[in-house]
């Protein structure tokens, strides 16, 4: 059985999660931006997967990755674009447990 989970995202994220998680959207809960994903929580095989967040009007690398979504902040005033990173080149693999990130209940 599948279930939904949210996780907070940062300007770099690393979920540990399936593989084959989907994920839904990127949105503001409150004050926290979040990505929902549907996986199922008993699977024994899981993988890194890197996102990163870039802000409307800063630079974006030539291959962002693949585009999840946007959302906005304090009233609209900042608006966010999501990307998740199939290649992270600015992540070495030893780097990514101080960036991961736990689901929220």
Known sequence: MKTIWKYPIKPIT????????KILCVQMQG?????????DP????TTRRCFRT????HDVPDDPGEYIGTFQAFGG?????????L??????????PDV?????G
């Open 14 to 21: 690393v979920l540990q999660i399936p593989p084959d998680a």
């Open 31 to 39: 004050s926290i931006p979040c990505i929902w994903a549907l996986l």
């Open 42 to 45: 008993h699977s024994s095989l």
């Open 54 to 57: 870039v802000g409307t009007g």
């Open 77 to 85: 005033d900042l608006v966010f674009h999501v990307f998740e990173v």
């Open 87 to 96: 290649q992270p080149d600015h992540l070495k693999p030893e780097d990514w």
């Open 100 to 104: 991961m990130i736990k689901p929220l």
